[in-house]
C-alpha cells in the first residue's frame, strides 16, 4: 500500500497513516486503503484488537486532502461523502476494538476518523477539531452525527459551528476522549489497553460492540431485548464455558474465540 503501513503484534494490529509531509491528510487513495486494511482483518481471527495512529510526531490525520476537495462538484461531493463515511462506518462497526492512537493533530477528516474508532487516547500535545465551516463545508464524513452523540447538542454545535479546535486536556473533559497521557506513553498506553482487550472473550467483545451500537438508537425496550437476545446467545459458546471454569477454578481464561 501507499498511504497505510500495518504490522501485526502479539494479536494487535497497528495501522498507521503514513503520509508525513502531508500531515497524513487523508485522499481518496488512503480512504480506499484503510477500507482494505479493515476489510482484510474482519475476518483475521489472529487479530484481536486494532490500534490506529499517525507517522511522525506531528498528526494523527490533519484533515483530507484540501487540493481533492477544492474541486469537488456537487456530484463528486456527494461521492466523496459517501464514500468515507462508508469506510468510517466499517470500523465503527468492526467487531474487534478499535482504539485511535492520537499523536498530534487530529482535525477535520482526522477527528472524524478518530470518531469512528471504538476508544480514543490522545497525547497531551493532540489537538482536535471540526474546521470545515472555515473552508465553506461542513463534515462529510459522519462527523456531524458521532460528536452530538459523544459530546451532546450544544457542544458539538460549539464545536463545528466554531471550527475551532481544542487541546487534549479539554478533548477529554467534555467526553471526546477517553485518556490523555504524555506524549512518548502513547504508544505503551494504546498497546496496554489493546492487551487488555485482546485478552478477553472475543466472542462477547464482538456481542457486546454490536449491542451498543445498534442499542444506542433504539428505544430503551428494544435495545434491552438485543442485549438480552445477545445474552442468551453467548451462553452457548466455547467462550462462554471458559470464562466461567476459569473463574470457578481461579485461574486466567484461554478464550478459544467460539
Sequence with gaps: MENVRTEKRDNILWVTIDRP??????????????GQVFGE??????????????????????????????????????????QGQSVFLAIE??????IAAINGFALGGGCELA?????????????????????????????????VRLVGKGRALELVCSGDRIGAVEAE????????????QLVSAAEEMAKKFASRSPVAIR???EAI???????????????????????????????MSAFLEKRPANFPGR
Excluded: W
Design 21 to 34: 509531509k502531508v500531515l497524513n491528510a487523508l485522499n481518496a487513495k488512503t480512504l480506499e486503503e484503510i
Design 41 to 82: 482483518a474482519r475476518t483475521d481471527d489472529s487479530i484481536r484488537c486494532v490500534i490506529l495512529t499517525g507517522a511522525g510526531e506531528k498528526a494523527f490525520v490533519a484533515g483530507a486532502d484540501i487540493k481533492e476537495l477544492a474541486l469537488m462538484t456537487p456530484i463528486s461531493g456527494k461521492f466523496v461523502s459517501e
Design 93 to 98: 462497526r468492526f467487531p474487534k476494538p478499535v
Design 115 to 147: 470518531l469512528a474508532c471504538h476508544v480514543r487516547i490522545a497525547s497531551e500535545t493532540a489537538q482536535l477539531g471540526l474546521p470545515e465551516v472555515s473552508l465553506g463545508i461542513i463534515p462529510g464524513y459522519g462527523g456531524t452525527q458521532r460528536m
Design 173 to 184: 473533559r467534555i467526553g471526546l476522549v477517553n485518556k490523555v497521557v504524555p506524549a512518548d
Design 207 to 209: 456481542a457486546a460492540i
Design 213 to 243: 451500537n445498534a442499542g444506542m438508537d433504539m428505544p430503551l425496550e428494544e435495545g434491552q431485548l438485543l442485549e438480552a437476545t445477545l445474552f442468551g446467545l453467548l451462553c452457548a459458546t466455547e467462550d462462554m464455558k471458559e470464562g
